[in-house]
């Protein structure tokens, strides 16, 4: 039997759920700069495994193929490169950029459906990847800027982020919710240790502090992202994730003195309106697409 829908409360879950995940960007931006960004990577998700041992019994009960286990270490591995590169970006390029380069997520996992998963493209949805591709070169404007490494490594976020959602899709069909979750934290904790040791920084106990807060956010973006999901159809919710490009001019504006660039925010409108109508499709063909806060950190 189906639970009634709440649109209110799902729409307010999902506000909350990006109010969480731009209070991490805000404190990876501000305390991210003191730490290599595989460190400071590491230390979120270890902190934040705290956060998981209530699931740890129902992870060890979990039946896994030796199928199952390989995209797990698949997804981990793709994701530790992803969060290793958003922390990375977080400290090259403001926090405006990210936020709108991070809407891509979608658009790749549409891309990645097609050519992994054999799923038809239609004319349609094939125009408005392109129209969101041209959101992007709105944003960099190459050949009248310079294009920087931080850029760069938000294409490569948002690719592997998509890429992580395609792993966890078909392991969402077999393993309930929280043991995925587990799983991506387990793995990506690991894949991030030899980097870390690498890079290697001493801490202080207010670094400590500040990925604490990191994970702390993160974890409670998370379960209002899935609250949001249980209450309303990600049709209704879906249009609320844009809101963080809104928290993120003003955040960069005011608090980082990053003035607002209006090819910025015309390219995160163009990739808006093109993952709006991706959804809008998938809901119409009722299946779920990766909003662009759910994959990240």
Partial sequence: MMMPSRPLQGILWMMTTGLCFIAVTAVVKHAGQNLPAPEAAFLRYLLGVVFLLPFLRGLLAARMTARDAALFVGRGVVHTIAVMLWFFAMTQIPIAEVTAMNYLNPVYVTLGAAVFLGERLALRRILAVLAALFGVVVILRPG??????????????????????????????????????????????????????????????????????????????????????????????????????????????????????????????????????????????????????????
Avoid at 147 to 154: D, K, Y
């Fill in 144 to 297: 009248f800027r310079e294009v920087e490494t931080g850029h760069l490594a938000m294409l490569g976020t948002a690719a592997l982020f998509g890429a992580s959602y395609l792993f966890a899709k078909p392991l969402s069909d077999r393993h309930a919710a929280s043991v995925v979750v587990a799983m991506l934290s387990f793995t990506v904790t690991i894949g991030l240790a030899p980097f870390a040791w690498f890079v290697w920084v001493t801490p202080t106990l207010v670094d400590l502090v500040w990925m604490f807060l990191v994970a702390a956010f993160a974890q409670a973006g998370h379960y209002a992202m899935t609250r949001a999901f249980a209450a309303a159809p990600i049709s209704v919710t879906q249009p609320v994730t844009f809101l963080q490009m809104v928290w993120a001019v003003l955040l960069g504006w005011l608090v980082f003195a990053e003035p607002p660039d209006a090819f910025v925010i015309l390219g995160a409108a163009i990739i808006i309106a093109s993952v709006s109508f991706i959804a809008w499709r998938e809901s119409r063909l009722n299946r779920v697409i990766t909003p662009p806060s759910a994959a990240m950190k």
